[in-house]
């Protein structure tokens, strides 16, 4: 858990914000106007809001802008007695957006914050407006498998996989303090230029001993064995409302996690006629790699649907 002043030498200039009322401290940062539409940014594996640094002061001049660090990332409380699936990172994210009374929300979902977005809004529909996808998925588009990279392509899964038999994948995700710069590259962090001795201490710091890497463990599992079916499968009443939101999907190519094909596949079975912006050259990090191009999209998708 990173000290909740820590600012990385001016990198993340934030103030802090906490809240613990599902059972474990979560800090989250607010920023921008309190009665502008919020939008919320949520991160994946195996980083935390430092990755919207550059998002957050642009999108903050006209919104209210939103950016949770899940249970077990960045400053938030690792607790060892507590599930780490979509389940439970959504059902934080709730209790998050009932205590600050969020509603006509934009989210900003990349990687896991894809899921996680999607899972809140089939079940609260009331309290979205749009989303914005971001080198991630929805889950519940209808894609035949012939016409699609397979997820066992993947560089990220085929590594998840090839590691669980002799604890090489436990090994290296419990030990993120050490490795989240070789993980990430692994998952698609194309941007070398931007890594220096703050940027690695920002995505080390959270994880200083095997414990506190323990979200960082979980999230893989839970998609490579299957665990978040039965949770995504319950949300499937909810696409209806889903599908109704105004959508676009923000596609660096160059993602070693989600095959690029089978991500621009699954939202255009869910969003037919929403815009999908390919990024040559970006990677699964994109807000690392092209925060300006997101930052600008982003706009363009508020101003064209009010």
Request: charge should be negative.
């Amino acid at each position: 858990m990173v000290p909740l002043d820590e600012t990385y030498d001016g990198s993340f200039p934030f103030a802090p914000h906490t809240f613990d009322g599902h059972g474990f401290v979560q800090h989250f940062v607010d920023e921008g106007p309190r009665d502008a539409e919020p939008i919320v940014c949520l991160h994946g594996e195996p980083t935390w809001g430092y990755l919207y640094r550059h998002m957050i002061g642009p999108l903050a001049e006209n919104n209210r802008v939103v950016v949770p660090d899940h249970m077990g990332f960045g400053k938030s409380e690792t607790p060892q007695d507590r599930e780490y699936t979509l389940r439970a990172h959504t059902e934080n994210l709730s209790s998050l957006i009932e205590h600050l009374e969020l509603t006509d929300i934009t989210f900003v979902g990349q990687d896991w914050g894809g899921p996680i977005a999607t899972a809140y809004t089939v079940r609260h529909p009331e309290r979205v407006k749009r989303i914005v996808f971001a080198n991630t998925l929805a889950g519940y588009g209808r894609v035949d498998p012939a016409s699609v990279t397979p997820m066992s392509e993947s560089r990220w899964f085929a590594w998840i996989g090839g590691g669980l038999e002799s604890g090489r994948t436990e090994d290296v995700l419990l030990n993120l303090g050490s490795t989240v710069l070789s993980v990430m590259k692994i998952i698609g962090f194309t941007n070398s230029a931007a890594v220096d001795d703050t940027w690695i201490r920002a995505y080390s710091d959270p994880f200083p001993d095997r414990e506190s890497a323990i979200g960082g463990l979980e999230f893989p599992l839970d998609a490579y064995l299957g665990r978040i079916r039965d949770y995504v499968a319950e949300g499937a009443v909810g696409v209806s409302d889903l599908c109704a939101k105004p959508a676009i999907l923000l596609e660096g190519m160059e993602d070693g996690a989600i095959p690029p094909d089978r991500a621009i596949a699954d939202f255009c079975a869910l969003w037919p006629d929403a815009p999908v912006v390919e990024m040559p050259g970006v990677g699964h990090f994109c807000q690392e790699d092209a925060p300006d191009v997101l930052v600008d999209n982003i706009r363009r998708f508020l101003h064209a649907n009010p």
